[in-house]
């Protein structure tokens, strides 16, 4: 199976802060990484497909980027409704293989 | 719109069986690969397994394949998840899932459903 490690396991930022979530992949896993947004209580939300596209509505300030395995997430001037739980998924090989999880808070 | 909606979850016990549903809406369920992805009381997420379009084929995590089994009723939009000896470790919401293109197996994940929570204990 293919690990998809992420970092860091928890995050405390400030408003309008840049912050950055990474995942890094045991293999090639090509641009098959998605990135989800989990806030309290609701279900995943596709944020980020194909390593660096943009899903329809999210807002500008979050990209995705990718080096070699290792992808990034980032988010641009930190709002209060970005806190919540990141994803990363890998769906180059199955068994599709989720990151541990970022828990974002705002400092 | 999309719409997703599990049911089925709820208390049970060690040992038994549970079947949970999806029953799908605003889009034409039969042309689309449907996953089942869980998430542990700590945040965990574990894909379970998805079924093709037709419900000929299946995919499963090893280690859930032998005790999960899902299948599909295209004539009713409806996704299941059945699981049998379940143990305490299968305590998690499960969401239903559908990728973004139709047809299509390896894409990600467009659509979540609200989730239905199941508790495994005695």
């Known amino acids: 199976d293919i690990q998809m490690t992420q970092s860091p396991a928890s995050l405390s930022a400030s408003l309008e802060e840049i912050v950055t979530i990474t995942c890094q992949a045991s293999q090639d896993i090509g641009n098959y990484l998605s990135w989800y947004q989990q806030k309290p209580g609701k279900s995943p939300q596709l944020l980020i497909h194909s390593a660096t596209s943009l899903a329809d509505g999210v807002p500008s300030r979050f990209s995705g980027s990718r080096s070699g395995t290792q992808y990034s997430l980032k988010i641009n001037r930190l709002q209060v409704e970005d806190t919540g739980i990141y994803y990363c998924l890998q769906h180059y090989s199955a068994p599709w293989t989720f990151g541990g999880g970022t828990k974002l808070e705002l400092k | 719109e999309v719409q997703l909606v599990e049911s089925g979850g709820g208390l049970v016990q060690p040992g038994a069986s549970l079947k949970l549903s999806c029953v799908a809406s605003?889009?034409?369920?039969?042309?689309?690969?449907m996953s089942w992805v869980r998430q542990t009381p700590g945040k965990t997420m574990e894909w379970i397994g998805d079924i093709k379009y037709d419900g000929s084929y299946t995919n499963y995590a090893p280690s859930l394949k032998n005790r999960f089994t899902i299948s599909r009723d295209n004539a009713k939009s409806t996704l299941y998840l059945q699981m049998s000896n379940v143990r305490s470790e299968d305590t998690a919401t499960y969401y239903c899932t559908r990728v973004r293109y139709r047809y299509n197996w390896a894409n990600w994940f467009a659509y979540w459903g609200q989730g239905t929570l199941v508790t495994v204990s005695s």
């Open positions: 605003g889009f034409t369920f039969s042309d689309y690969w």
